[in-house]
């Protein structure tokens, strides 16, 4: 009987200690701010691509083209943006800099400018 309520005793705690000893931090990324003023694509947003040395790289030898006269059509017709919803934008999300999966990220401040330009319908002004 002792050893029926040890084994027992022992069962109970180290299903409490399991339980107790799993913790799971979910660290959710804050969306950047979205700014108020037009963003335009020629100005602001293709720029990026050469400041962040993305155009090493994409420069219509590998992969996308994101040079300053084909970016836009590049990423518009790679359904690399989902106007209006940055989240679901690969142009934004991977090479974001808290998060993102690719080897070359954006600075902070041109995450913020791209995820803006996305917001306010990724338009090719």
């Known amino acids: 009987m002792k050893i029926l309520r040890f084994f027992?005793?022992?069962?109970?705690?180290?299903?409490l200690l399991?339980?107790?000893s799993c913790e799971y931090e979910f660290i959710e990324t804050p969306a950047p701010p979205v700014t108020t003023d037009t963003i335009s694509f020629s100005s602001d947003v293709a720029p990026i691509?050469?400041?962040?040395?993305?155009t090493a790289c994409h420069n219509g030898g590998i992969a996308f083209?994101?040079?300053?006269?084909?970016?836009y059509n590049n990423i518009v017709s790679?359904?690399?943006v989902v106007p209006s919803d940055p989240e679901n934008s690969k142009i934004w999300y991977?090479?974001?800099?808290?998060?993102?999966?690719?080897n070359s990220k954006y600075s902070v401040s041109n995450a913020n400018t791209i995820y803006s330009w996305i917001s306010q319908g990724a338009l090719d002004n």
């Open 18 to 20: 399991l339980l107790v």
């Open 49 to 54: 691509f050469s400041d962040d040395a993305c």
């Open 78 to 80: 790679n359904n690399l």
């Open 8 to 15: 027992s005793a022992l069962t109970v705690a180290t299903g």
């Open 65 to 71: 083209d994101l040079t300053a006269d084909n970016a």
């Open 94 to 102: 991977y090479p974001e800099p808290a998060n993102g999966q690719h």
